[in-house]
């Protein structure tokens, strides 16, 4: 059994303290990336209690229920921030690689005392993978954003469409790794080769906006 308060504690308090060292976009990603944790944390209570009311037993859990708290959480602070704030496309993207980060990080630190770190290999296949998993997901979300503010086709349910793929997408890797074999390898792959995709197709995307001014 682990605490998972008195880990995030631990964690938070030294970030915490250097906000009063850092400012402008450096405070924002330390800020944003402290979110992300509490969010992991408090998506870990509602998939519990959901766990419990439901009956579902752990692996239903992590394919039914995980994905849609965890997604809807994680977007709650990106949709304030660009509801609330008139942010430049940097800074959405960033606090939501940020928010990702913070949120995968705490939960790959949650695991890795729970279950053990001594096989070296695991840990890091589980680093690129549910690691990059809720970084790219969020982020995804928020290049669809920016996408769609440009288009002035920022709607609610342009907001729910996008989230209900971000939650697919998760839910999917999840039922593929829940299973051993060729299926998780392919899940395992599935968030990094994203990550590439995503890259790549950011970059083409802002080689195009320049070449339009």
């Not at 971000?166 to 299926?183: C, D, E, I, Q, R």
Request: charged share 10%; with cysteine; hydrophobic share 55%.
């Amino acid at each position: 059994m682990i605490y998972a308060e008195n880990i995030l504690l631990c964690i938070a308090v030294p970030l915490g303290i250097s906000l009063l060292f850092v400012k402008d976009q450096v405070r924002r990603f330390v800020f944003s990336f402290l979110l992300g944790m509490v969010i992991c944390l408090l998506s870990a209570y509602i998939s519990g209690y959901l766990s419990i009311v439901t009956g579902y037993g752990a692996e239903k859990t992590s394919i039914f229920l995980s994905p849609l708290v965890e997604e809807l959480m994680k977007v709650f602070p990106l949709l304030f921030f660009l509801m609330m704030f008139d942010e430049d496309n940097s800074s959405i993207v960033s606090t939501s690689i940020a928010i990702g980060a913070g949120f995968a990080t705490f939960e790959n630190c949650c695991y890795i005392l729970n279950y053990g770190a001594e096989n070296l290999t695991y840990v890091i296949i589980r680093g690129m993978s549910v690691g990059v998993m809720h970084i790219v997901s969020i982020y995804a979300l928020s290049l669809w954003f920016i996408l769609s503010i440009r288009l002035k086709a920022f709607t609610f349910p342009n907001v729910v469409g996008a989230l209900s793929l971000s939650m697919t997408f998760h839910a999917t890797y999840n039922l593929l790794v829940s299973k051993p074999g060729v299926t998780s390898i392919i899940g395992y792959m599935m968030p990094i080769l994203t990550a590439i995709l995503l890259s790549v197709l950011r970059s083409r995307f802002a080689l195009t906006e320049e070449k339009k001014e």
